[in-house]
């Protein structure tokens, strides 16, 4: 069974990749109209040092994290468009980054990574008036949360992640938008991904679902709520614990896009049939600011999490978990602070240096607990110290996890002036202008 998905994915693997190389193809050779394309690629490369990270020890461990290729492309007066995103963690930290308490797809303490599919979605939209629609489908998130951390400010994720968002599963959602409010149905498979080669289960398919709704009172505020059922998500063959989780948040951004502040609340619950077993709550609030060339940003976080069970590696878990794999739970409260200044290199080219420093405290919330996090890692606080640079080319990253009408940022905003037209590129300034 693993044999067949494994060449799945790879036939997928290499339809993305087709699609996402930049070819000079002439602008007419698009029948009713060009192409708009947007091409961009980063990497970041990093040093995290934990202090303690397991049994009294410290550890100090480099990395290149998020190398990724991201394109999109529109048809038609954005009638169609495509996007896609390659990640290529699988082949840069195949062991996971050093994240003290994220648990996520058999790893604990560390951030997996995530699969080199990360997403390839069409969508198609229609306007009239103020009224509009749109139907997406591929693979990518489904309807719920808030933004992939991927996108947001910060390189290390908050331990959240599998509270907030659901990624990379075969989609299909229709949106609604009506002037200021935003409604979003979504279906796909709820077996998480078991490795960076993996690929949705077809047996899977549309077994789960999720809606969300959101408020756009004004262009640089949203307010969204969201609700899912996730069939078996821990074992993809089924049959596991099924999961329901709420998701509600406030975002705002000024006019300028150089502030972000974001509140959210997030529950998930595990379910056996009818009845609820366990459940985790995550409040998180972020905000980012950029003066110059010079930004900061601040991430205050509370979340539980399952304290699973691990193996003789022990920042991995059993995968999938069985009935005896959570021996505790545990309450994270987790300060993360990040200077950053962004050095331009080239016209399209940028290169961010950055530091982030978290401190890091944990308390059992389940007693008896057959886990002792103060016991096992050696103290009742974690220091996280992480230096590194980012590096980026073409189009900046946009935010992920919204399609079509859903999206409520603004259309257009390509790095340095720059976009691709036809597959062509072209600055977007007057002739003659410099920035």
Known sequence: MRSLRSERSERVYVLAAALLIPVEVPAQAVQYGPADIEIGAQAIGVVTRESPAIHGRDLTEGYVTQPMVMATATFWSDAVEMKGTLNLEGATMKRGELNAGIIGEGYIDRRHPHTYLHELVI????????????????????????????ARPFEKYPINHHLSQILERAVA???????????????????????????????????????RVTLVPFPQGEFQTSYARVRSPENARGGGEDQHKQSASIRLEDAQHSGYGLLEWARTSDYVGSTRTFAFTSLLAETSARYGVASGALRLERTERPDEARLTNEFKTPLPANDLSITGRSRWTIITGRL???????????????????????????????????????????????????????MSHMRMGR????????????????????MHMHSDLPKGTTR
């Open 173 to 211: 959602i229709g949106a609604l938008r009506s002037r200021r409010v935003i409604v979003e149905a979504g279906l796909f498979n709820g077996d998480e991904p078991e490795s960076p080669g993996d690929a949705p289960n077809r047996a899977r398919y549309w077994d789960s679902w999720s809606g």
């Open 340 to 394: 950053a200044v962004q050095v331009p290199v080239a016209r399209t080219l940028s290169f961010e240096p950055f530091a982030e420093v978290a401190r890091i405290r944990f308390t059992p919330t389940l007693r008896p607990s057959g886990f002792d996090p103060a016991q096992f890692y050696g103290s009742d606080r974690i220091w996280s110290f992480s230096l590194g640079a980012t590096l980026r080319l073409g």
């Open 123 to 150: 969508t198609g939209q229609r306007r009239v008036g103020d009224n509009s629609a749109s139907i997406t489908l591929g693979k990518g998130f489904a309807p719920f949360g808030t933004d992939d951390p991927m």
């Open 403 to 422: 399609y079509g009408v859903a999206r409520t940022e603004m259309r257009g905003r390509k790095m340095d002036g720059m976009k691709m037209d036809g």
